[in-house]
T-cell receptor, first 112, second 110 residues
Framework: DSGVTQTPKHLITATGQRVTLRCSPR?????VYWYQQSLDQGLQFLIQYYNGEERAKGNILERFSAQQFPDLHSELNLSSLELGDSALYFCASSRLNTGELFFGEGSRLTVL | AQRVTQPEKLLSVFKGAPVELKCNYSYSGSPELFWYVQYSRQRLQLLLR??SRESIKGFTADLNKGETSFHLKKPFAQEEDSAMYYCALKSGAGSYQLTFGKGTKLSVIP
């Protein structure tokens, strides 16, 4: 399957901890996007990378950081976790800047 | 700041009835608008974009700049149309950010 792959699918952790979410884009896609979906909040744009460089930044907290590696996979790091960080985190990729994003299945983070 | 509003969280219609999913946006420039759909147990995927002016699965959407709206319409709903629908905005060709609305869950009653 050459679609967007996200790991882990589910993650349960405690407040104050740090986690890393990983995303592998579709083959050939240079752009990676991260979105957060909380209850009743819809899809909130966090950050976007193109070929290793940050291109757009949304409402990403300072406790969160991301990067895209030379092999184009991306990681989203969430630290000093709070209960409110519990959400579904989506990664998406695209080849061209047409607005057509290809989404992964998401990583569900639960902070207890 | 750009914003996308989908006023209905849930919309229920009978099979064969017309469907209109509302989307309003706020952006002062020339936006690009999209509709994304997520069927049960599937990934979020692009349904259509206003630039293409295409009809996908019988759905159409017209960008109304005067009313800042991009409503999604279908004349006759089918059961397989039941899904979560998201309207999204891209603030111009040079922008990389896609802003989504909160989504509307469409339920088609057989």
């Amino acid at each position: 399957d050459s679609g967007v792959t996200q790991t882990p699918k589910h993650l349960i952790t405690a407040t104050g901890q740090r986690v890393t979410l990983r995303c592998s884009p579709r083959s050939g896609d240079l752009s990676v996007y991260w979105y957060q979906q909380s209850l009743d909040q819809g899809l909130q744009f966090l950050i976007q990378y193109y070929n290793g460089e940050e291109r757009a930044k949304g409402n990403i907290l300072e406790r969160f950081s991301a990067q895209q590696f030379p092999d184009l996979h991306s990681e989203l790091n969430l630290s000093s976790l709070e209960l409110g960080d519990s959400a579904l985190y989506f990664c998406a990729s695209s080849r061209l800047n047409t607005g057509e994003l290809f989404f992964g299945e998401g990583s569900r983070l639960t902070v207890l | 700041a750009q914003r996308v509003t989908q006023p209905e969280k849930l919309l229920s219609v009978f099979k064969g009835a017309p469907v209109e999913l509302k989307c309003n946006y706020s952006y002062s420039g020339s936006p690009e608008l999209f509709w994304y759909v997520q069927y049960s147990r599937q990934r979020l995927q692009l349904l259509l974009r206003h630039i293409s002016r295409e009809s996908i699965k019988g759905f159409t959407a017209d960008l109304n700049k005067g009313e800042t709206s991009f409503h999604l319409k279908k004349p006759f709903a089918q059961e397989e149309d039941s899904a979560m629908y998201y309207c999204a905005l891209k603030s111009g060709a040079g922008s990389y950010q896609l802003t989504f609305g909160k989504g509307t869950k469409l339920s088609v009653i057989p």
